[in-house]
């Protein structure tokens, strides 16, 4: 891998949701201000997003997850819920206003958790952790990965127990129209295939230890990492 590639694709996605962070947020209902076509599109990519969102609680819920780490943790509407099922949580991102944001919803709908959580404005890739964590939380974060077996190679480090991620599909006129949309604010997108994600599991011998659920949009993936 091309670390001048890389660290482009991180600056670039990094710029894109400093700059997107209020508008994103909108996606999960929380302004009135996007316009129609927005709020159109919006509809169909919520109910990815409300799919994966059940899927990662009734996973993360047992006693046995204590603590997690929730990377591009965006708008903190995960750490929220991890707060409140007694998690210690760790929220990481790319996008400093993005922290903002997750941290001013942590603060409105979990107040009294707030001790359990810490922000960190980092790359996960470049960070270095002085400890594991039961599980990892990476919704629509591979939608900006260039390199997936990389970050899985680094999770098979830092998480003891099970992973959550999404992956959004490849094809079909709504994943153009996407990728298009994204190209035009020169963030890179990367959709996945079935197939593709068989290869990365492959590539990093997690064979046998994952679960696929279609999600219509994208994929739920669950990873035992014990």
């Not at 295939?193 to 990365?200: N, P, R, W």
């Amino acid at each position: 891998m091309d670390s001048k590639v890389v660290n482009k694709d991180t600056q670039e996605v990094k710029t894109f949701f400093d700059g997107y962070a209020s508008d994103f947020d909108g996606i999960y209902g929380h302004t009135d201000k996007r316009g129609p076509i927005d709020k159109l599109a919006d509809k169909w990519f919520r109910k990815v997003m409300i799919l994966r969102f059940e899927e990662t609680l009734n996973r993360s819920v047992k006693p046995s997850i204590k603590t997690i780490i929730d990377i591009g943790c965006g708008p903190g509407l995960y750490c929220v819920e991890f707060l409140k099922q007694g998690k210690e949580v760790v929220a990481i991102d790319l996008a400093e206003n993005m922290l903002s944001i997750a941290d001013a919803h942590v603060k409105k709908h979990a107040s009294e958790k707030t001790d359990k959580i810490t922000y960190l404005h980092a790359d996960y890739l470049e960070h270095n952790f002085d400890k594991q964590f039961d599980s990892a939380c990476l919704m629509g974060l591979f939608d900006y990965i260039k390199d997936p077996v990389e970050l899985f190679e680094k999770l098979k480090k830092d998480i003891t127990k099970e992973v959550y991620a999404s992956f959004p599909k490849s094809g079909g006129f709504l994943a153009w129209q996407r990728k298009v949309r994204y190209d035009m604010r020169n963030c890179p997108l990367y959709l996945y295939s079935l197939e593709d994600i068989k290869t990365i599991m492959s590539k990093v011998g997690l064979e046998g230890k994952y679960e696929v659920v279609d999600c219509g949009r994208g994929y739920f993936v669950k990873v035992d990492m014990s």
